[in-house]
């Protein structure tokens, strides 16, 4: 079982910065890829960021493309999302995820378990 925790969430103006972390328990997190996904009121969960459980593998989406980056230290069982450059259209309640694989997917079916969500919200 693996049991995750967002943090970092908050209130941020167009253009500023802001980074998400996740804290893992469980013995398999240096084996699970992770991802971060996202959902806005009246919206699907849309994919955000993944890597690989080795953290050698990312993808995005290409909405933020150039502006996030996820990251990982297995060693801490953490993994992060770094948000520069912030839009109003990011605002969303954010959701790190775990897979039961090594290999990331940008689809949330994928994922075996959820945390809870943190929320971000970009005033313009």
């Known amino acids: 079982q693996v049991q995750l925790v967002e943090s970092g969430g908050g209130l941020v103006q167009d253009g500023d910065s802001l980074r998400l972390s996740c804290a893992a328990s469980?013995?398999?997190?240096?084996?699970?890829?992770m991802g971060w996904f996202r959902q806005a009121p009246g919206k699907e969960r849309e994919f955000v960021a993944a890597?690989?459980?080795?953290?050698?593998?990312?993808n995005y989406a290409d909405s933020v493309k150039g502006r996030f980056t996820i990251s990982r230290d297995n060693a801490k069982k953490m993994v992060n999302l770094q948000m520069n450059g912030l839009k109003p259209e990011d605002t969303a309640a954010y959701y790190c995820?775990?897979?039961?694989?090594?290999?990331?997917?940008?689809?949330?079916?994928?994922?075996?378990?959820w945390g809870q969500g943190t929320q971000v919200t970009v005033s313009s």
């Open positions: 469980g013995r398999t997190f240096s084996t699970s890829a």
């Open positions: 890597i690989t459980a080795s953290g050698l593998s990312t």
């Open positions: 995820a775990a897979r039961r694989r090594p290999f990331s997917t940008s689809d949330a079916a994928d994922y075996d378990y």
